[in-house]
C-alpha cells in the first residue's frame, strides 16, 4: 500500500493473458453526507479539494480525479473525500459509471508511508479497506484511468475497479515487501484479477508490471496515450452511455456476486489485516522497512 517507487529494473514482462448488496453491505461505510437532491449535468460537486468531482456526459458519468499534490499520495483525507463521492451519488437513476482519474502525469505513488507507522497502521489500514469495499460495492461500473505510476495502495484500488484504462505510460506495482510489510488487498484480490501466479510474482518480489503486460494478461486496456482524458471519455460514451442504468446495476451486482470478489473482500481481507497487524506490526522487520524509508536509510533487517 506504500508509496515506493521501485526501480525500473524490476518489471515482470507477461505474455498470456487470463456489486451484490451484500458485499455493499460488507463494505461498512465512513460517516459522509448523502445527496438529497440530484445535480444538473456538468455541476462540479462538493466535499473538499483532494479529489474533484464532476458530473459529464449529460450526468451519465461520475469523474473523479485525484488532486492530491505530488504523487496523489492516498492519506486518509484523500480516501475519505473519494469515499463521499462515491456514496452520495450512488443512487443517481441516470448515472451509468464513475471514473476514477488523477491530475499530473502520475496515478499515485499509494498510500502514505508515514501512515503506515505502528501508531496509526491499524486506522490506516481500517480506512484503506473501506475505500476499496467502497468501490468494489459500487451498483455501477468503476473505471480506473491510470496514467504514470500507479502503486501500493493505488494498485490495490484499481485491482477493485470493474475496468482499467492505461495509457502506455503506466507501470503498477506493489512494492510493500520492501519496506518489510505486504499488501492485503493484492494478497486477495491479486489472483482473482490478475491470476494467481503473477500475483504471486508481484506480490512476493515487489515488481513493476509495465502497460503493456498489464494489457496482455487482460487486466487493463491499453488506449494511445494521446489526449488520455479524452480517450477515457470517449470509450466511456462508447461503452456505457447509451446503456440503461437501470440494467447495468443488475448486471454488475451479477458479476460482483459471482466472481467470488465478496469473498476476498469479506473474510479473506479481514484475515490478511489480522496477519499484518498481529504478525508483521509487532516484529521488528515489520517497522524496520517503514522507519528506514522515512529516514533515507537502508534497512537493518534481523529477520524477526
Known amino acids: 500500500m506504500a508509496e515506493l517507487v521501485p526501480k525500473a529494473d524490476s518489471s515482470i514482462q507477461v505474455t498470456t493473458g487470463s456489486c451484490s448488496p451484500a458485499l455493499a453491505s460488507a463494505a461498512g461505510s465512513f460517516s459522509v453526507p448523502q445527496t438529497t437532491s440530484v445535480p444538473e449535468p456538468g455541476t462540479k460537486l462538493g466535499f473538499g479539494v483532494l479529489v474533484f468531482a464532476e458530473k459529464r456526459l449529460d450526468g451519465k458519468l461520475l469523474w473523479l480525479e485525484l488532486r492530491a499534490g505530488k504523487g496523489n499520495v492516498l492519506a486518509g483525507a484523500v480516501l475519505q473525500e473519494l469515499v463521499a463521492h462515491l456514496r452520495g451519488h450512488q443512487d443517481d437513476p441516470r448515472l451509468r459509471c464513475a471514473v476514477i482519474a488523477a491530475a499530473g502525469s502520475q496515478f499515485s505513488f499509494g498510500a502514505s508511508v508515514e501512515e503506515h507507522q505502528p501508531d496509526q497502521a491499524a486506522a490506516m489500514l481500517a480506512t484503506f479497506h473501506q475505500a476499496v469495499r467502497a468501490i468494489a460495492g459500487f451498483p455501477l461500473p468503476v473505471v480506473a484511468a491510470v496514467q504514470g505510476k500507479c502503486l501500493g495502495g493505488a494498485f490495490e484500488v484499481a485491482l477493485a475497479c470493474h475496468v482499467v484504462l492505461a495509457s502506455p505510460t503506466a507501470q503498477f506495482a506493489c512494492p510493500e515487501i520492501k519496506l518489510g510489510v505486504f499488501p492485503p488487498v493484492l494478497a ?6 490478475l491470476g494467481s501466479a503473477l500475483s504471486d510474482r508481484l506480490l512476493l518480489t515487489g515488481a513493476e508490471l509495465p502497460a503493456q503486460a498489464a494489457g496482455q494478461c487482460g487486466f487493463a486496456e491499453i488506449l494511445s496515450g494521446e489526449a488520455f482524458e479524452a480517450e477515457v471519455l470517449g470509450w466511456v460514451e462508447r461503452h456505457f452511455a447509451g446503456l440503461s442504468g437501470y440494467c447495468l446495476r443488475v448486471a454488475t451486482a451479477a458479476v460482483r456476486q459471482t466472481s467470488a470478489l465478496q469473498t476476498a473482500l469479506g473474510a479473506d481481507l479481514d484475515a490478511a489485516e489480522r496477519r499484518y497487524l498481529q504478525q ?5 522487520d515489520g517497522n524496520e ?3 528506514a524509508f522515512l529516514a533515507r536509510r537502508s534497512p537493518l533487517w534481523r529477520d524477526a
Do not use: E, K
Request: proline residues 14%; glycine residues 14%; aromatic residues 0%.
Open 289 to 291: 522497512g517503514i522507519a
Open 280 to 284: 508483521l506490526l509487532p516484529s521488528h
Open 188 to 193: 486477495v484480490l491479486g489472483p482473482l484479477r
